[in-house]
């Protein structure tokens, strides 16, 4: 099983970027994917995630301004954010789960992480 994020990088406060996380190895489109990040010295975080069929849902902090979406023709996530802000800085990370949950815990593969770094 591999997560493959990539898309991160530089941008200043206000600008968008959008990570993708190709997926191989499972059935990608049995899965919910979620979207976490960790800033430094921060525990790691819930962004929001994606159903399997398509439902989505987000943490305060980025709703309104990050989008999740899929297509599982290309096995691929995709997380769009808008309006970005200096304390989005963080390592992104997606994840794949069985089941329906927020939690990092619950999620059985993960990606090696895209770094975001938003200046101001």
């Known amino acids: 099983v591999q997560l493959v994020e990539s898309g991160g990088g530089l941008v200043q406060a206000g600008g968008s970027l959008r990570l993708s996380c190709a997926v191989s190895?499972?059935?990608?489109?049995?899965?919910?994917m979620g979207w976490f990040r960790r800033a430094p010295g921060k525990e790691r975080e819930f962004v929001g995630y994606?159903?399997?069929?398509?439902?989505?849902f987000y943490a305060a902090s980025v709703k309104g301004r990050f989008t999740i979406s899929r297509d599982n023709n290309r096995n691929t996530v995709y997380l769009q954010m808008n309006s970005l802000k200096p304390e989005d800085t963080a390592v992104y990370y997606c994840?794949?789960?069985?089941?329906?949950?927020?939690?990092?815990?619950?999620?059985?593969?993960w990606g090696q992480g895209t770094q975001v770094t938003v200046s101001s």
């Open positions: 994606i159903r399997w069929n398509g439902d989505t």
């Open positions: 190895g499972y059935t990608f489109s049995s899965y919910d």
């Open positions: 994840a794949a789960a069985t089941v329906t949950t927020t939690k990092d815990s619950e999620y059985e593969y």
